[in-house]
C-alpha cells in the first residue's frame, strides 16, 4: 500500500503532523488491539514490543496510532530517528532512489550512494588518519565485520568485551553481550574466544576512571595476555546496559594500553553516534581516537544501514572478497543515509542534541532533589537516563522502573527502559522534537513516578 492508498483517517508522517500529545482512546484502542492480536497469532513469541500500539505515521516528536492517539516520542525507535521520523530530505532521496534502481548488489556492480556514505564516514568519524569504511545492515552485523576485520589485521583471536555491554543478537554478537535474560539465555553455545572485563560504572564502582583501567587491564593481562588479543570492544557510553558513562580517564587509558600491545580498539558507536550524545561521536567527548567504529542506527534515519570505519591498514588487511553480504550499502539505505548526514551537518542537529540534553537533565536532577528512589540521572547531549534505586539500600528497582515506564505509556509518552538490572529509564528524543513538547513528555513521567 502506498501513502496516497491509506484511508484519509491515517495522517501522512514528518514534521508537518501535529506536534501534541493526544488520547482519544485507552492504549492501546480498538484498532491496535486488533493489530496487536493478529501478531500474537502470526508472529513469533520472541519477538516483543513495549508501547502496545498500530503505529500509522511518525514525524517531529509524535508517533501516532491507527486509533488516532498521538503518543509524544521519547525514544525514536531506540535511537534511529535521530534527525526525525520522514524528515523531508531522507523521504525525497528515498523516492528520487526507489524510482532509480533499487538494487545491483554493490559487490556486483558499484554505485555512488554507496562511495560516498563511505567518504562521509571517513572524514566525519574521529581522528584525521587515513581511513576507509565497509557497509553492512546491522548494527550487529558490524560489529561482526569489526572483529573479522582486527582478527585478519592482528592474526590473532581473542576479544575483550565489558561488563553491561550490549553488541548484538547474532552469535558472535550474543557471546559479547554480557545481559543472559532476554538477550542469550537459552541461545548457546557462543563464539568462542571471548573474554569479558569490568567497566567504569562511576555510580556503583565508586573508582576514578584511572582505577577502573588498571582493574581491567590487570585482568585482561593475567586472563587473556595481549600476544593473542585481537580487539577489545567498548560502547563509549553503554546503551542496552544503562547508559553508563565511565569516569574520566577510564576509555584512554584503555585506549593506551591498546596502542602500545597493538591490539585494536573498537568503538561500538551503533547507539551513541551520528549526534545523539552531543557530539557526532560519543568517542570525541572522551578525547579517545578509536582504530574501527561501528556504526548504524541514526545513520540512516530508519533505513538499515550500519558501517565499520577505520584506519586504512586495519580495513584493507581483508581479502578481496572477504568482506561483505547482498544487501549491504543498499542504495536506497545509502541515500538516506547521505540526506540524514547532510541534516546533522547544516541543520544544527548536534547543537539541538545538546539543547535537548539540558531540559532533560535540569527537569530529571530536579526531581532528583525531591526524591531519593531516583538514584543518579546521567547522559550526555540527548542520550540521558534516571537510575532507579531503593532509596534504604541502594539496591536497583526494576519494579518502580517498569511501573513508572508502563504508567508513561499508557498516558502516550513513549519511554524505553534499559539495565542490566531493568532500573533504569532511557531518553532518546528524536532531535526534531519541540521544547514544549518534551518538557509535556517529562511532566507526563514526574507524574508516573509520583503516583508510583
Ligand atoms: N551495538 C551499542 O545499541 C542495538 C537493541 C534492541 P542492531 N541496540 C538496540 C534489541 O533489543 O534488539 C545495538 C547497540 C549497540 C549493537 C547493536 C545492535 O544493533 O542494528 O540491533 O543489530
Not at 144 to 173: C, P, Q, W
Not at 186 to 215: I, N
Not at 391 to 414: F, N, Q, Y
Request: proline letters at 6%.
Amino acid at each position: 500500500m502506498s501513502v496516497t492508498d491509506l484511508p484519509p483517517t491515517v495522517p501522512v508522517g514528518g514534521p508537518s503532523l501535529p506536534q501534541e500529545r493526544r488520547l482519544v482512546s485507552r492504549i492501546p484502542g480498538p484498532r491496535s488491539e486488533e493489530l496487536l492480536a493478529r501478531k500474537a497469532a502470526a508472529v513469533a513469541a520472541g519477538v516483543g514490543h513495549t508501547v502496545p500500539i498500530e503505529a500509522v505515521a511518525a514525524g517531529g516528536g509524535v508517533v501516532v496510532d491507527a486509533d488516532g492517539n498521538s503518543l509524544i516520542d521519547l525514544g525514536s525507535g531506540i535511537a534511529v530517528t535521530t534527525v526525525g521520523n520522514a524528515h523531508p530530505a531522507v523521504v525525497a532521496a528515498v523516492q528520487a532512489q526507489v524510482a532509480q534502481f533499487t538494487h545491483t548488489c554493490f559487490m556486483i556492480s558499484p554505485y555512488d550512494a554507496y562511495v560516498s556514505v563511505a567518504e562521509a564516514l571517513n572524514r566525519l568519524t574521529p581522528g584525521d588518519h587515513a581511513k576507509k569504511s565497509a557497509l553492512f545492515n546491522s548494527g550487529a552485523e558490524a560489529v561482526e565485520n569489526a572483529v573479522k576485520i582486527a582478527r585478519k589485521y592482528t592474526g590473532r583471536s581473542a576479544v575483550v568485551a565489558f561488563d553491561h555491554a550490549y553488541h548484538g543478537r547474532t552469535n558472535l554478537t550474543m557471546a559479547l553481550t554480557a545481559k543472559s535474560m532476554p538477550y542469550k539465555s537459552g541461545f548457546g553455545p557462543f563464539a568462542s574466544e571471548v573474554y569479558r572485563a569490568p567497566v567504569s560504572y562511576p555510580f556503583r564502582d565508586g573508582l576514578t576512571g584511572p582505577e577502573a583501567a588498571r582493574r581491567a587491564i590487570s585482568l585482561i593481562e593475567k586472563q587473556v595476555g595481549a600476544d593473542n588479543l585481537a580487539a577489545v570492544i567498548i560502547e563509549p557510553i553503554q546503551g542496552e546496559g544503562g547508559f553508563i558513562v565511565p569516569a574520566d580517564g577510564f576509555l584512554p587509558a584503555i585506549v593506551d594500553w591498546c596502542r602500545a600491545n597493538d591490539v585494536v580498539f573498537i568503538a561500538d558507536e551503533v547507539q551513541s553516534g551520528f549526534g545523539r550524545t552531543g557530539a557526532m561521536f560519543a568517542s570525541e567527548l572522551f578525547g579517545i581516537v578509536p582504530d574501527l567504529v561501528t556504526t548504524a542506527k541514526g545513520i540512516a534515519a530508519g533505513l538499515p544501514l550500519a558501517a565499520v570505519t577505520g584506519r586504512a591498514e586495519i580495513m584493507d588487511a581483508s581479502h578481496a572478497g572477504g568482506l561483505g553480504g547482498t544487501y549491504g550499502g543498499n542504495p536506497i539505505a545509502c541515500a538516506a543515509a547521505l540526506a540524514a548526514i547532510d541534516a546533522f551537518e547544516h541543520e544544527g542537529f548536534v547543537d539541538r542534541a545538546n539543547d535537548l540534553g539540558r531540559i532533560l537533565v535540569d527537569r530529571l536532577t530536579a526531581l532528583q532533589s525531591a526524591d531519593p528512589r531516583i538514584g543518579e540521572v546521567r547522559g550526555r547531549g540527548a542520550m540521558v537516563a534516571a537510575e532507579f534505586v531503593d532509596p534504604a539500600t541502594g539496591e536497583p528497582d526494576a519494579a518502580l522502573t517498569a511501573a513508572v515506564a508502563k504508567a508513561c505509556i499508557a498516558e502516550g509518552v513513549i519511554v524505553l527502559t534499559c539495565g542490566t538490572y531493568g532500573n533504569v529509564i532511557r531518553f532518546l528524543p528524536p532531535l526534531s522534537i519541540g521544547d514544549e513538547l518534551l518538557h509535556e513528555g517529562l511532566d507526563v513521567v514526574a507524574a508516573a513516578l509520583a503516583a508510583a
